[in-house]
């Protein structure tokens, strides 16, 4: 097994492991993909259960107790496995690193089973598993911290008006082109009307895609959703924010997950919901362009790509 990046040897966690559980016996750290951090899955000896080991780096600051604090919110409202948090530790005297140990849950991400034939019911429990999500109520409108909602606003109106001006002030401070970020803004000024239409904030995942759904075949061979993972994103907002969201992320990787993940997700309360959903991807495809073109050495198309997209719903 190849060593993982961070360094650490198998003798440290077994320190960390054995902390709260004496009898686990680590035999092997293998690296998992995606995401933004650094994820190990631990296994251990005498047929216990494996426990995954999540890395984070210093900032933003919040970011250990925050996935901590939305895992509980959560709970069972999923209505399906998501990770526990056993132990949050930032003091870095076991290992050098802020870390986290959670539970491991079975199956493998909807992004490797893109092109199944059965991948559609994937998608589509991915829609009835957002709408769950849209159950839990929010006491205001805001991204989430460490500690609960930062600087909440009370109607959606308020804090998606301040959300789109931070977000065309980043889109022109890193070099968007003044023609298309006004044509944007004359289309956003014309639906913002529709952000007085909210049923109130709930809690939103923010990055319900393929690599953070986690899938297996059922003993009838039917496709079920396994897990759900990685609440790093999580905000209060209103609820056709986060299914703009996934709708943009998944398309993006599979253009055939629309439909099913509409259908999954059922009846959308709003007047104007193509317009509604058209309004958010506006904001998601402006601050994921943003985001990309912050990262040092990127060479990929995919800055390029949403320009061509914000460039056609300039049109």
């Known amino acids: 097994m190849a060593r993982p990046d961070v360094g650490l040897e198998l003798e440290q966690i077994r320190t960390i492991v054995r902390d709260r559980d004496d009898a686990r016996d680590p035999i092997g750290l293998t690296r998992l993909h995606g995401g933004v951090h650094e994820v190990y899955r631990i296994d251990f000896a005498r047929g216990h259960d494996p426990l995954i080991l999540k890395i984070y780096g210093d900032e933003p600051t919040w970011i250990v107790a925050k996935e901590a604090l939305v895992a509980g919110w959560i709970g069972d409202l999923a209505g399906i496995p998501i990770p526990d948090w056993l132990r949050v530790d930032e003091t870095r005297t076991a290992i050098p690193f802020r870390f986290a140990i959670t539970t491991w849950l079975p199956g493998v991400t909807v992004r490797s089973l893109i092109g199944s034939p059965d991948i559609d019911a994937a998608y589509r429990q991915m829609g009835a598993l957002l709408r769950r999500l849209h159950t839990i109520p929010m006491t205001g409108y805001g991204y989430i911290v ?6 909440p606003k009370p109607t959606n109106d308020d ?6 001006d931070q977000a065309f002030r980043q889109f022109r401070d890193q070099g968007a082109e003044e023609a298309l970020t006004r044509r944007l803004e004359a289309k956003l000024q014309s639906r913002l009307h529709l952000l007085q239409h909210s049923m109130g904030p709930v809690l939103c995942h923010d990055d319900l895609q393929q690599g953070n ?13 396994s897990g759900l993972i990685d609440f790093g994103n999580a905000r209060a907002a209103d609820a056709l924010f986060d299914l703009a969201k996934a709708l943009f992320c998944c398309t993006h990787e599979d253009p055939a997950s629309r439909e099913p993940l509409l259908a999954g997700y059922g009846e959308i309360d709003h007047p104007e919901p193509e ?3 058209w309004l958010y991807t506006l904001f998601h495809r402006v601050t ?28």
């Open 146 to 151: 460490g500690d609960g909602i930062r600087l």
């Open 159 to 164: 804090y998606m008006r301040a959300a789109f």
């Open 275 to 277: 317009q509604a959903l």
């Open 288 to 315: 994921m362009w943003c985001r990309l073109t912050r990262r040092p050495g990127d060479t990929s198309d995919g800055p390029a790509g949403l320009l061509r997209d914000l460039d056609a719903m300039s049109r």
């Open 213 to 225: 759904v986690l899938a297996e075949h059922d003993s009838n061979g039917s496709l079920r959703l």
